[in-house]
């Protein structure tokens, strides 16, 4: 083989590979993306042309229509679009509560683009149909049941000779929840979208809040809703897997400022949705998405007796353990007496027992420094000039008269959880909520409608400042002293009566029990 053949062999083998590399490899590359760009754009237009289609099949939109239907617990009404519930009057003791005053598609409501009618109706369920696009119906069963924890289903049935498309779609709750009357002024504060989720490593569920700025959950939640103060509007799903949750504040009416002085404001409440992904139903093919759901008080004796942990949704506070310690303590007392107002006197009484010897320690510590303050006023005067002296001889006189200064402090810190547990587990007891007590009192958790028992705390409180503050005290700190009962009563005049019977009771006992040492004292004396 002579060199010049090889020569023109290389060249020939060097000119395909180039060809191949710079010109026939781009074509074909060129060719298969236009080829997949044009797969792509008659996949848009089919796709266009499908939705033009189902929109076409969809029947021509209805006026709203109201399904109404009565249950013992509350008298509803449905709208046809979106089967949703529109009006949610809750049959309490005290009058109905229109629990969705505000405009919006409704509690539970689904596919609002769809009309639905009523196919059945028993004693306790009601079944509403309609239809997604022509061929696809959607069946919806609302079932009451007796312990609160109610039936909810959504069916899905595909009676066309083809594959169907289901686009994402979503549970609607809100806008807004509303209250009984004597919690609406914080009802904004304390409506919110909520989820419950089973955190590993710890024995109880954890109730998150949701905003419109929150990140997805992080684990599966066991259910989602709405809350506020006292009632509670939750999905809880059975066997499908939800999608994506999202929340709103959004503008429900208007509030008064300051009794209308100042005008008026926006009032927000929360929209809040549970969404459930795409799906694809075959020829013939039904989807069910079965759910139980709640919707009503927050009952804490109800709620220990049903499933899901939706007594996690009460608020017991920092100091949780020890409210429901001091929840179940009053029910006892209830339980004995037949009047919560007696079962909160009680209550507290008990746990003056409980920490009276804390309470001994710091009225005999405030009757001590009362009784040297005037000695103490002296040292002050005569060793101004001097810090050091002044301590020294502070010192001295706290053990001639055998006075701890902290020994006033230690057992309120002592108390402080305790009376913070109680406050919060009266705070949100819905068993108060029409609960007399005597006379005037006939709602135990809302306000005195004659402040006669913010008035008389006090007057007590008054009481007690006046014989705990020492002669000669600072003018500042007497000042505050002589106002702080003030305060308390401008506090505690539009507070639960039930709130302020136990800080009327518990200021009783501990006035009494300062009297007795003041007098026990001067006798000593």
Known sequence: MNRQFLITVMLFLLIITGYNQFVALPRARAAQ???????????????TQTEVRLQQEKPAPKPEELIEFSLPQAEITFSSKGAGIKTYLFKDDLG???????????????????????????????????????GVSVTKQYVFNENGINDLTVTLQNRTAKEVAIPSWSWNFGPGL???????????????????????????????TFSKTSKQPS????????????????????????GLLAADKVNIGKQKRMWGLLG??????????????????????????????????????????????????????????????????????????????????????????ILFRFTMMQLKSAAQMKKIQPEMKRIQEKYKGNPEAMNRETLNLYRKYKVNPLAGCLPMLIQLPIFLALFNALRTSWSLH????VFWITDLSSKDPYYVLPLLMGAVMFLQQKNSMPAGTDPAQAAMFKYMPLIFTLLFMNFPSGLVLYWLTNSLLVFAIQTFVNHRLAKAN
Not at 270 to 280: C, D, L, M, S, Y
């Open 33 to 47: 993306q236009a080829a997949e760009e044009q797969l792509k754009q008659q996949a848009r237009q089919a796709a």
């Open 96 to 134: 109905n509560v229109d629990l969705t005053p505000y405009q919006g598609l409704g509690y539970f409501a689904t596919f609002p683009e769809v009309d639905f009618t009523e196919k059945v109706r028993t004693q306790n369920s009601i079944t509403f149909a309609g239809e997604l696009v022509k």
């Open 178 to 208: 509303a209250t009984v009357k004597s919690e609406m002024k914080d009802n904004e504060r304390e409506s919110k979208a909520v989820y419950l989720i089973q955190e590993q490593g710890k024995k109880k569920p954890t109730l998150e």
């Open 219 to 242: 684990l599966p939640w066991l259910w989602a809703g709405v809350e506020n103060r006292y009632f509670l509007s939750v999905l809880i799903p059975q066997g499908w897997q939800p």
């Open 264 to 353: 008026e404001s926006d009032l927000t409440g929360p929209q809040f949705t549970i969404g459930v992904p795409a799906a694809t139903l075959q020829s013939g093919e039904n989807k069910s998405y079965d759910s139980q759901f709640y919707f009503g008080p927050k009952d804490y004796k109800a709620f220990l007796n049903l499933p899901y942990h939706l007594d996690r949704s009460i608020a017991f506070g920092f100091f949780g353990a020890l409210g429901k310690i001091a929840r179940n303590v009053l029910e006892t007392f209830y339980g004995w007496t037949g009047n919560y107002g007696v079962a909160i006197i009680m209550l507290t009484v008990c746990l003056q027992l």
């Open 434 to 437: 029409g609960a007399k007590f």
